[in-house]
């Protein structure tokens, strides 16, 4: 099955926001309002940041935001900190009882 | 507090099957809203989601891989298992366990296993 899509990457300075785009149909990011977004460091686990398009799990900054519009939702990072610098992929529950992740973003602070 | 660990063979070569048991703590399976998922990440590139199972044995399938994954519990055990036949270098990745509830988070997996490295040989 086709993943959603992600641009391979995006960079930002410390201190200025970000955001990533996650485009999908609307079987999927378009269609239900189970998106997620999950951060991923060099050799580790993925992390959860935000579910159900905007919703933050507890204990996770509030400088990461999530939205929708269409089939495209998005993540933005504000106030842009090195330990920001990570992978970042969105999924999102796909019809027929299924997920689907997305291609990846990689983030760089410069 | 919820963990979960992979457990399973390092490397297996062409054609075998593949046997990887998630073992988990901090939640039971017998309990409504529970579910574990399989996630397969190879070497440099994106995360692709296998196959879910909900504590009532409902099991879902990547299309991809519908006909071949097969995913089971064992709720006295805490473990989960997933079944991968015919592996081929080009499953070779790192297999991540995670947890669901479908009661909150929905949709998304809020724990994570550290995952397990299979490397499939020609």
């Known amino acids: 099955q086709s993943a959603l899509t992600q641009p391979a990457s995006v960079s930002g300075s410390p201190g200025q926001s970000i955001t990533i785009s996650c485009t999908g149909t609307?079987?999927?990011?378009?269609?239900?309002?189970?998106v997620s977004w999950y951060q991923q460091h060099p050799g580790k686990a993925p992390k959860l940041m935000i579910y159900?398009?905007?919703n933050r799990p507890s204990g996770v900054s509030n400088r990461f935001s999530g939205s929708k519009s269409g089939n495209t939702a998005s993540l933005t990072i504000s106030g842009l900190q090195t330990e920001d610098e990570a992978d970042y992929y969105c999924?999102?529950?796909?019809?027929?009882?299924?997920?689907?992740f997305g291609t990846g973003t990689k983030v760089t602070v410069l | 507090q919820i963990t979960l660990k992979e457990s399973g063979p390092t490397l297996v070569k062409a054609t075998q099957t593949l046997t990887l048991t998630c073992t988990f703590s901090?939640?039971?399976?017998?309990?409504?809203?529970?579910?574990v998922g399989w996630i397969r990440q190879p070497p440099g590139k994106a995360l692709e989601w296998l196959a879910l199972?909900?504590?009532?044995?409902?099991?879902r399938y990547t299309p991809s891989l519908k006909s071949s994954l097969t995913i089971t519990k064992d709720t006295s055990k805490n473990q989960v298992v997933l079944t991968v036949p015919n592996m081929d270098p080009v499953d070779t990745a790192k297999y991540y366990c995670?947890?669901?509830?479908?009661?909150?988070?929905?949709?998304?997996?809020?724990?994570w296993g550290q995952g397990t490295m299979v490397t499939v040989s020609s």
């Open positions: 995670a947890h669901r509830s479908s009661r909150w988070y929905r949709g998304a997996f809020d724990i």
């Open positions: 901090g939640f039971s399976l017998s309990t409504s809203g529970e579910g």
């Open positions: 199972i909900y504590w009532d044995d409902d099991k």
């Open positions: 609307s079987s999927d990011v378009g269609g239900y309002n189970f």
């Open positions: 159900e398009v905007s």
């Open positions: 999924s999102s529950y796909r019809s027929r009882n299924t997920d689907v």
